[in-house]
């Protein structure tokens, strides 16, 4: 009688679990946009929640502390003329996000610390070059002030928001809509999926296909594809019969699938978060009131089935926190921010351990905030390998001053280029000092050439 091995693996035994009620942020009233991108962005400090607005566009900036009920005249982030259908947080600043919107163009916006107390109309940058709606947003992983937009018009801008400039524009390789755009882990490819059931794999520079598969899914509903390790693709889409399948394709060798797997016959768009440190993809289905979670692998079939949290509400869009703001001391390695029709609620993903102390063999070195290139550097072909940090003595500490300095760069860079008057309360003074000085220095000379001209 042959006996069925089950397959060793640190991660079997994961489990999801909702915060309580008290934790939970309340009296939302999220947006009813049908647009398939994530509508929330989480970083260590901040929860942002793309909420419904009349005239115009508006998304909710919260502490993460700031949990219970929001009150109806918390400020907004409203400065876009039509509906917002995407943010996200900059990687290397707490405290800048992005937002893209049906007003087709994309704002870079500077969060004040502790959030926001009046609303918030003006952003630090406008770029403008999309002409249609702009619905994906992706900063680059290791370059600064790097960030890719993709828009309904079948186009794809690379951005140096220091200097509000589209550097690199691919607009003659969609066909179609595009329904993804992501980064590999350091920002030297970009993969996108289209309408066209192409995936295709681009050298984000040169605006060239590098690798393309046709037919990745046969069904008509999108498909949603990132980069896993090693270079792996992995995609989500739907069957000819409508059934959601998941893939894993080695772009090396396009031609069929490491394996595809078929889920259910739900009709929400599958959402893959992949994290690289353990190697478990995350699925939320808009719409389902589920999270599968699949541990991908060198060895057949590939991609593992773990487990599945479940609950009775469903979901409208989901937020990913990057693992330097988990709490390790719990086993957390994930933690998502499922929004509700009215209400965000966090959900912990954990590793069941009796020991408190820190387990090394579940947070590798991390991807640190510190990129390791300049956005002029990196599109002059400089590669940049992310900065990792550990996540043994917690993070909070380790962030402060390198925050500040990339937080004063971007502001400097981009009212420089922008022309913008931001207010930098310390520099407008320094400033200002200077000018009072400068214009003192030169009345006293006129003063003495009159008095010098009147002698002779």
């Not at 992005?98 to 109309?121: F, H, K, Q, R």
């Not at 794809?156 to 329904?179: K, Q």
């Not at 409508?242 to 069929?256: C, H, I, N, T, Y």
């Not at 500040?404 to 280029?417: D, E, N």
Request: aromatic fraction near 8%.
């Amino acid at each position: 009688m042959s006996r069925k091995v089950v397959r060793a693996s640190k991660f079997r035994h994961v489990f999801g679990q909702g915060v309580k009620a008290d934790q939970c942020y309340d009296d939302i009233r999220i947006s009813q946009m049908t647009w398939d991108s994530n509508f929330c962005s989480v970083n260590p400090k901040f929860v942002a929640m793309i909420v419904d607005a009349s005239g115009g566009g508006a998304f909710l900036v919260l502490p993460l502390n700031k949990t219970g009920r929001i009150d109806m005249s918390q400020p907004t982030v409203c400065g876009h003329t039509g509906p917002v259908l995407d943010i996200e947080f900059c990687p290397h600043n707490d405290n800048i996000i992005a937002s893209g919107s049906e007003d087709c163009s994309v704002m870079i916006w500077e969060i004040p610390e502790g959030g926001l107390v009046t609303p918030l109309n003006d952003p630090v940058v406008k770029l403008e070059g999309h002409s249609k709606r702009v619905g994906i947003l992706s900063w680059h992983p290791t370059a600064h002030n790097v960030l890719m937009s993709a828009g309904c018009d079948n186009v794809v801008i690379l951005w140096n928001v220091a200097c509000g400039e589209a550097m690199v524009r691919i607009d003659s390789v969609h066909p179609d809509l595009i329904y993804s755009a992501c980064w590999n882990r350091d920002g030297s490819q970009i993969l996108t999926s289209c309408k066209d059931k192409t995936i295709r794999v681009l050298d984000p520079r040169k605006g060239t296909v590098i690798a393309e598969k046709e037919k990745t899914h046969e069904g008509s509903r999108p498909v949603k594809a990132v980069f896993v390790s090693d270079g792996k693709i992995l995609s989500t889409g739907f069957s000819r019969m409508s059934e959601r399948q998941v893939a894993l394709w080695d772009p090396k060798s396009f031609g069929e699938p490491l394996t595809l797997q078929e889920l259910d016959t739900s009709s929400g768009v599958l959402l893959p978060f992949f994290d690289p440190d353990t190697g478990v993809v995350y699925l939320c289905g808009k719409g389902d009131s589920s999270i599968r979670y699949f541990e991908v692998t060198d060895e057949a079939p590939y991609v593992h089935y773990l487990s599945m949290y479940s609950s009775k509400e469903s979901q409208k869009g989901m937020g990913y926190m990057p693992k330097r703001g988990l709490e390790v001391n719990k086993c957390e390695i994930a933690r998502f921010y499922k929004l509700h029709e009215r209400k965000c609620e966090p959900i912990v993903m954990t590793v069941p351990r009796k020991s408190d102390l820190f387990q090394e063999d579940l947070y590798p070195d991390t991807m640190g905030p510190e990129p390791s290139v300049e956005a002029n550097e990196w599109f002059e072909g400089k590669e940049g390998q992310p900065i990792l940090i550990s996540l043994k003595d917690g993070f909070a500490t380790t962030t402060k001053s390198k925050e500040f300095k990339v937080h004063k760069s971007l502001l400097k860079t981009t009212s420089a280029a922008m022309g913008h008057q931001h207010d930098n309360t310390g520099e407008v003074h320094a400033l200002q000092k200077e000018v009072k000085t400068l214009k003192e220095t030169v009345e006293e000379l006129t003063k003495r050439v009159s008095e010098l001209e009147s002698k002779n």
